[in-house]
T-cell receptor, first 114, second 113 residues
Framework: NAGVTQTPKFQVLKTGQSMTLQCAQDMNHNSMYWYRQDPGMGLRLIYYSASEGTTDKGEVPNGYNVSRLNKREFSLRLESAAPSQTSVYFC?????????????FGPGTRLTVL | KNQVEQSPQSLIILEGKNCTLQCNYTVSPFSNLRWYKQDTGRGPVSLTIMTFSENTKSNGRYTATLDADTKQSSLHITASQLSDSASYICVVSSFYGNNRLAFGKGNQVVVIP
């Protein structure tokens, strides 16, 4: 099993460009998440999907949109990238959204916005 | 205000030595606390999880403790190895807030030969 996979691994954008970060999991988990990690800060939740067909905002959703394409895939879209969105983005999944369920993280996407 | 505070922010230790990382939290009502290990350039991986009734949990050379009364946890690394060089993240969950987890900023550990 690959666990949680993310593409691309690295990306450089110019301000105003758009892109979609892809995430897939093969553990048959119901819940999926997108986080960003910035230097000197803890992981911050952008959006999550408790189950297929549902999405909800997290702590820092502004400037992002998500799509839960099916049970396996959860994508994160930046419609008009800004330098403040330079970060490392992690996708995660868990059986349920209960805090008691372990979240499994992908390897991350390093995004630089110039 | 960050609900999870970790200390020290970073430390350097000699291979073979022990070290202890601290985590203080204010999350309430408390559900569980996890320690994650994050290698450079990788995603976090869970090391241990403790619920309210558990005081200690071990995973190989890693031992986590929890004092739910004082809202403190520690992660002890025994006989450190070069592969222990990583960031160790304390994550606390509450019974409320659905999926919301409170993440610490991490303890950066560097093990030198």
């Amino acid at each position: 099993n690959a666990g949680v996979t993310q593409t691309p691994k690295f990306q450089v954008l110019k301000t105003g460009q758009s892109m979609t970060l892809q995430c897939a999991q093969d553990m048959n988990h119901n819940s999926m998440y997108w986080y960003r990690q910035d230097p000197g800060m803890g992981l911050r939740l952008i959006y999550y999907s408790a189950s297929e067909g549902t999405t909800d905002k997290g702590e820092v959703p502004n400037g992002y949109n998500v799509s839960r394409l099916n049970k396996r895939e959860f994508s994160l879209r930046l419609e008009s990238a800004a330098p403040s969105q330079t970060s490392v983005y992690f996708c995660a999944s868990s059986e349920l959204t209960s805090g008691r369920d372990e979240q499994f993280f992908g390897p991350g996407t390093r995004l630089t916005v110039l | 205000k960050n609900q999870v505070e970790q200390s020290p922010q970073s430390l350097i230790i000699l291979e073979g030595k022990n070290c202890t990382l601290q985590c203080n939290y204010t999350v309430s009502p408390f559900s569980n606390l996890r320690w994650y290990k994050q290698d450079t350039g990788r995603g976090p991986v869970s090391l241990t999880i403790m619920t309210f009734s558990e005081n200690t949990k071990s995973n190989g050379r890693y031992t986590a403790t929890l004092d739910a009364d004082t809202k403190q946890s520690s992660l002890h690394i025994t006989a450190s190895q070069l592969s222990d060089s990583a960031s160790y993240i304390c994550v606390v969950s509450s019974f409320y807030g659905n999926n919301r987890l409170a993440f610490g900023k991490g303890n950066q550990v560097v093990v030198i030969p």
